[in-house]
T-cell receptor, first 116, second 117 residues
Framework: AQKITQTQPGMFVQEKEAVTLDCTYD???????LFWYKQPSSGEMIFLIY??????QNATEGRYSLNFQKARKSANLVISASQLGDSAMYFC?????????????FGTGTRLQVFP | NAGVTQTPKFRVLKTGQSMTLLCAQD?????MYWYRQDPGMGLRLIHY???????AKGEVPDGYNVSRLKKQNFLLGLESAAPSQTSVYFC????????????????FGEGSRLTVL
């Protein structure tokens, strides 16, 4: 079974609007971490935001926020005030258990296109 | 700051040839990883290392070998390349947790595009 599911292969959003990229995960471990990475067309992987399973508040980093709903096992990324430079692939990832290995499992990604 | 550097960036191989991808990091990170990225499949972990001299298998290890003789380097080898290994390969590194508080941020190299004919 897939551990990280991103059901939106592609999303469109108009500049300056907000957009939500969906991510659901599957784990029986009480300790885990959730991540979002951005991959622009140039190919590099850029870390955006992190949410720990025990964190009480949703993570925020500038225009990025993570809508963490633990009971529903979802960790959606919200990008506010979209910019043309936000056009990229976005990957959700999870680390299970105590992070003694720190290896991440990635979803299949969502391609976001921001139009003027 | 170099961060994580992968060489080569591009390579074309014929089926059956061997090659080694080199990953070097200058951040003194303990953990290093090799992922492959294929269309529609995200990134899948091939092998990883939690320290010098140690390696472990990831999700898709078959056909690959790795070595971590020095803390800063992590080598990925293809002994007999196959067309199914055509992919973009990413190396990443991360540091030990501090005071039990995980950040888990992986620092990625720019990727190496390998084509096997």
């Amino acid at each position: 079974a897939q551990k990280i599911t991103q059901t939106q292969p592609g999303m469109f959003v108009q500049e300056k609007e907000a957009v939500t990229l969906d991510c659901t995960y599957d784990t029986s471990d009480p300790s885990y971490g959730l991540f979002w990475y951005k991959q622009p067309s140039s190919g590099e992987m850029i870390f955006l935001i992190y949410q720990g399973s025990y964190d009480q508040q949703n993570a925020t980093e500038g225009r990025y926020s993570l809508n963490f709903q633990k009971a529903r096992k979802s960790a959606n990324l919200v990008i506010s005030a979209s910019q043309l430079g936000d056009s990229a692939m976005y990957f959700c990832a999870m680390r299970e258990g105590e992070a003694n290995t720190d290896k991440l499992i990635f979803g299949t990604g969502t391609r976001l296109q921001v139009f003027p | 700051n170099a961060g994580v550097t992968q060489t080569p960036k591009f390579r074309v191989l014929k089926t059956g040839q061997s090659m080694t991808l080199l990953c070097a990091q200058d951040m003194n990170h303990e953990y290093m990883y090799w992922y492959r990225q294929d269309p529609g499949m995200g990134l899948r972990l091939i092998h990883y290392s939690v320290g010098e001299g140690t390696t472990a298998k990831g999700e898709v290890p078959d056909g690959y070998n790795v070595s971590r003789l020095k803390k800063q380097n992590f080598l990925l080898g293809l002994e007999s390349a196959a067309p199914s290994q055509t992919s973009v390969y990413f190396c990443a590194s991360s540091s030990l947790l501090l005071a039990g508080v995980p950040t888990g941020e992986l620092f990625f190299g720019e990727g190496s595009r390998l084509t096997v004919l």
